[in-house]
C-alpha cells in the first residue's frame, strides 16, 4: 500500500481505490492504515506518519515518498 502510495505523491485516494489498485479490500486498507498509526505513536511516541490523512482520503507527500522510497531500499 505504501509502495503504492510512494509512487503518486501528492495524490490522495479513498481506500476503496487503493484497495482496487493493490487488489486489496478497501476495509483491509483502512485497517492497515489505523493499525499503523497506533503502532507508530504506542511504539515509538512518535506523531509523524509515513502517510497523510486528509478528507478521508490517503496519501504520501514528496517528502513521505522519498523517506519510504529510502527505507524500501535498505
Given at each position: ?13 479513498r481506500s476503496d481505490i487503493i484497495g482496487r489498485e493493490i487488489n486489496v ?50
Amino acid at each position: 500500500m505504501l509502495d503504492f502510495l510512494a509512487t503518486k505523491p501528492e495524490t490522495f485516494l479513498r481506500s476503496d481505490i487503493i484497495g482496487r489498485e493493490i487488489n486489496v479490500k478497501a476495509e483491509s486498507v483502512t485497517a492497515a492504515l489505523r493499525w499503523l498509526n497506533r503502532y507508530f505513536g504506542s511504539r515509538y511516541g512518535r506523531t509523524d506518519r509515513p502517510f497523510t490523512e486528509m478528507y478521508g482520503e490517503y496519501g504520501v507527500t514528496v517528502a513521505q515518498a522519498k523517506a519510504w522510497t529510502d527505507v524500501r531500499q535498505n
